[in-house]
DNA sequence: AAGTGGTCTAGACCACTCT
DNA sequence: GAGTGGTCTAGACCACTTT
């Protein structure tokens, strides 16, 4: 506490005493007079400087908690939360030279940037399909689909989940099938059985997880995700793939081109 | 209560009180027991059904707060949250075609969607550039920028905010200081400049809201924003103009095109 | 006036981490 | 064992909405 000099609350103010402790905080944050990683003043401390009950510090603490902005962890105190190295995501990414290299685009970048990349929880299923993907597949009544699904992760640190879906009149029996989808990955395996990949569309949405994205993601609370929705387009204008993926917000900056035309 | 069958707490589970409570409303929310905008039981009712002190309750509340599934309403109650209809940004929104229909792309797509859209807050000036902004316009040292900031509703409802950068030695003196920028907006008058637009690049980051920003959307708790900082280029790979904008998540949904090339 | 959520107090016991 | 946050109780008074 000493180290770090607190405002003394306003008593004229209209603001809960709660927000205002939160807004002091903030501030020591915001201004730097607390960095990523440092822990801020224990629950007692901030009672005893400000003269509150506990409930109200907790109050307070629980604020910044849902702001993305500190960590609790049981028995060692409060930290200013702080952002693992993110990951940008370029518009070119899914282009047929990278493709050709043979590994799959997240392997690649990921040991480009200095980390090392790795999936897990690989299930690969036949189902009948949601009627989102039986919409955007382009499915005709009840089609089945094979559903590939994985966790994506950066020095052992999950990052994204994602599950792709393709038409089973298409994957049935091919390697889209096995759990090593093989070089290049499921949009190689697709080329040559002679789709040729035209365009994705890509369909962004920023929300709060839900529960088991939180756990599949060790995500920090207060952090949203994105929840991107991907469909992969053949030459002939057929959608050959969906891919759903949710990716933690922190760990992640998509970047598109858009040509002005 | 009589209407919502809610189970009972499991004695023997290890799950804290509170985050049961949370589980069966959101389950009922989920299962579709509970509709958007339907009360859930109030607080005396809750304590009621499963015997347990306020405090437990409230904290239950609150998960599902900042899930973003449910909003309070003093002395009303609590309601399952409604969404907003959703606008769809489609990567050729910028394109040349729109533009020179004479009205900005924001306008043209709200009315086309059948809502009342609306401009407020606007505000130019000329400042130094912040250091993001000024790597991003490449600029050389000290070159002061135009700052075009403005609030965009659709039937009243704030949905973004946005403020463009421009380089003061293209700006400087032209329609764009104006806060009517003209029909087809900045961009239009850029092209008439001699700017030919070739390009822009888009990044999207989502995160919580930070307090004016929950003000200025008027933002439901738990919702959070994608922050997307556009650059536009011209013909000659010169960076003409950065936009950063703040957009509810709620009320948008981003949509790209990637060639696959 | 009755019912609702918002804020706050003053305790209690527990589980986890550190030394 | 001391210090930390996690959970929970049992009250209180207030501000807002509805009837």
Redesign the pocket.
Known sequence: MAELPLPELDPLSDR????QIADHVREAIERGALHEGDKIP????LMQHYG?????I??ALQVLQSEGLTV???????FVRSRPPVRRLASDRFARRHRERGKAAFIVETEEAGGKPSVDSIKVSEAAAPSDVAERLELAGGEHVIVRSRRYLINGQPVETAVSYLPSSIAQGTQIEQPDSGPGGIYARLEELGFRLDRFVEEIRSRMPFREEVRALKLAPGVPVFHLIRTAYAADGRPVEVCDTVMSSDAYVLSYELPAR
Chains 1, 2 share one sequence.
């Open positions: 809960a005493v709660f927000r224990s629950e007692a401390q509150v009950a506990r409930m109200t907790r109050n609790a962890e049981h028995g060692r105190g409060v």
